[in-house]
Nanobody
């Protein structure tokens, strides 16, 4: 089972950008990014297929966030532009081994999360 380590979170002003990274200890299939605010349910943000050819985005980030991957480096990225205060959350990377790839499916392996705070 792969281990996932996220990085890249931090404090950014509204309208700013951040890029999150997730490094896997071994090759992974479908990868996804999720986020959670304390007291709220976790919500899916984006997912990307094994080869990177297809991506899925939640409606609230479409056009602002971009998911990508570099399989040679076993790394998945989440580029976040035009950040809003409501994007403040703990962001988690996850891997899925089954068929299908979107955040609507169950994911098997999770990272420890990286905090993103959008505030002036």
């Amino acid at each position: 089972q792969a281990q996932l380590v996220e990085s890249g979170g931090g404090l950014v002003q509204p309208g700013g950008s951040l890029t999150l990274s997730c490094v896997a200890s071994k090759y992974t299939n479908c990868m996804g990014w999720f986020r959670q605010i304390p007291g709220n349910e976790r919500e899916g943000v984006a997912a990307i297929t094994t080869g990177g050819g297809s991506q899925y985005y939640a409606a609230f980030v479409r056009g602002r966030f971009t998911i990508s991957r570099d399989n040679a480096k076993k790394t998945v990225f989440l580029r976040m532009n035009s950040l809003k205060p409501e994007d403040t959350a703990m962001y988690y990377c996850a891997a899925r081994t089954g068929r299908g790839c979107s955040t609507n499916y169950d994911f098997d392996v999770w990272g420890q999360g990286t905090q993103v705070t959008v505030s002036s």
